[in-house]
């Protein structure tokens, strides 16, 4: 049975409130096109109106910003603790919203929990210095929360990446305004709603569905919104840069998409870097930004290699996310769906060898069979942009200098990776590779204690890690007169 949907309206203030218009949007179930709900339509005046609920609660003396750090840690903890009590409600309406895999979410909502309390557990971890100023004084550093948070959140992970950012922000003793993707508001009402079960004060977390260009574009050239995390394409990235230097000067950290390459070296052992290269590119369907969409095999290994990739991908059960039997589910919505499919077609008339899927599966719902192309170039289209879908590009290399350069040749840079026996070829690739992230012998491994982000067009700032909430603080230098000589 589907899971019920509980939540459609905004959260601000900790009151659950229709859109000042009064307008709704449907939110679609990606298995068979269905209306899961309809929720209320965030647009510039609810912005508005929870921005200034944020506003009043980061005041000095509000409850929130006279809170010890380890007492909001505490909070934060209660929070994640309702979240693990409610994980398969939480889970299935991840699935019913954006259709990811019951496997997957599973995996990604547990993921969410423990970098929430590793986070957590950095709040009362704040520290400034002392500074050897020159001069008569005496000099420290202070780090404070920045202020009222803007979190724009993409459709693909929408549990973890909500809470990756608000649990960041709020660790920090900042306030957040959330706007989830339009694709995907069901989990982020169900946190808030669980944020004022484990008794936020009011104003600390709001959230407001709506769309980019209207509810998004708000938030990001609000003049009282200290900071916006945006995770989602380029191209709004860019336009949230944008705003962010129209308005006042945002802080902006940015988490944004990839072309990411997979070289797989002649040494390499086929029977892990065949089912990670599969696991890289049709993980959720391909909707990972961090897929392995460039797959650079060894001339020496490229028959074989393509060979088993085929096997591999025609072994992923195509079925209802629901299932926990099912390897491969719906693209997210109609939009996706078209775009992976041109991508396809894009593919075959350029010159790709296709030797698998590349197909709608039945005629209802949003499923791409696996798909998977060899004697893809470096020019064609599908080895250029992001496609986002489940289609898996094999490249072919013959030399070391050469694979690297063409790895390299991108705008994007969030993630690579390279399977090899070789030591030495690991640590010369780790080091050149232009990535925020580069596996080896592995693909897709998270963890909340490491640093996450992008080189060039990828991102700007870094997420998760030891120093997670420097992207919510602002560090303050104190001078106090001290005369050097003091008495006689
Ligand atoms: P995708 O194309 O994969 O949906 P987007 O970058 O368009 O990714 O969307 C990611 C998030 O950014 C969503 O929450 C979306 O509503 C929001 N968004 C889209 N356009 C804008 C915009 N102009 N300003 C602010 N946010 C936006
Ligand atoms: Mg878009």
Redesign the pocket.
């Known amino acids: 049975m589907a899971p019920q949907v509980k939540y459609t309206k905004l959260f601000i203030d900790n009151k659950w409130v229709d859109a000042k218009s009064g307008k709704t949007f449907p939110t679609i179930n990606p298995h068979d096109g269905s209306v899961n709900a309809k929720v209320a339509e965030g647009d510039k005046a609810d912005i508005d109106a929870a921005v200034s609920a944020a506003k009043k609660a980061f005041h000095r003396n509000s409850p929130w910003r006279l809170m010890n750090a380890s007492e909001r840690a505490k909070l934060i903890n209660k929070f994640v603790d309702l979240i693990e009590r409610d994980f398969d409600y939480l889970s299935e309406l991840e699935t019913l919203d954006n259709g990811t895999l019951c496997r997957t979410r599973q995996m990604f909502i547990s993921m969410a929990i423990s970098s929430a309390r590793y986070i957590a557990s950095l709040a009362d971890k704040v520290e400034g210095a002392t500074t050897s100023a020159d001069g008569e004084v005496f000099s420290y550093t202070l780090k404070q929360p920045v202020g009222v948070c803007g979190l724009i959140l993409p459709w693909n992970g929408p549990i973890f990446i909500f809470l990756a950012k608000v649990v960041t922000a709020l660790a920090a003793g900042c306030t957040v305004v959330v706007k989830p993707a339009e694709q995907t508001p069901l989990t982020a009402l169900v946190l808030a709603a669980l944020s004022l079960e484990a008794s936020f004060p009011p104003g600390v977390l709001n959230v407001v569905n709506g769309f980019?260009p209207t509810a998004g574009a708000a938030l990001a050239s609000h003049p009282d919104v200290a900071k916006i995390s945006f995770t989602?394409?380029v191209?709004?990235g860019k336009l949230i840069q944008q705003a962010s230097g129209a308005s006042n000067l945002k802080r902006v950290t940015l988490e944004l998409g990839g072309k990411s390459p997979l070289i797989i070296m002649d040494d390499a052992n086929l029977d892990i870097a065949v089912p990670y290269a599969a696991h890289g590119i049709f993980a959720n369907q391909g909707q990972v930004c961090v897929a392995a969409s460039r797959l650079y095999v060894h001339a020496k290994i490229y028959d074989k290699f393509v060979e088993k990739a085929v096997e591999m991908a025609k072994t992923l059960k195509i079925g209802n996310p629901m299932d926990p039997e099912s390897h491969h589910g719906p693209q997210v919505d109609e939009d996706m769906f078209k775009k992976v499919l041109g991508y396809i077609e894009k593919g075959k008339k350029e010159g790709a060898r296709l030797l698998t899927g590349g197909k709608r599966v039945g005629n209802t719902g949003y499923y791409i069979e696996p798909t998977v192309f060899a004697d893809v170039t470096d020019n064609m289209t599908i080895a250029k942009e992001e496609i986002f879908g489940p289609v898996q590009s094999i490249l072919k290399f013959d030399s070391v200098d050469d694979v690297l350069e063409r790895a390299n040749n991108t705008t994007y840079g969030l993630a690579a990776g390279i399977f090899t026996t070789s030591l030495d070829t690991a640590l010369q690739f780790s080091k050149h590779l232009e990535a925020g992230v580069v596996w080896v012998n592995t693909y897709l491994h998270m963890s909340p204690q490491a640093p996450f982000g992008g080189f060039k067009q990828s991102g700007l700032g870094r997420e998760m890690g030891p120093k997670a909430l420097e992207a919510y603080l602002e560090e303050k230098s104190v001078y106090i007169n001290l005369p050097k000589k003091f008495g006689n």
């Open positions: 980019g989602g394409s191209e709004v």
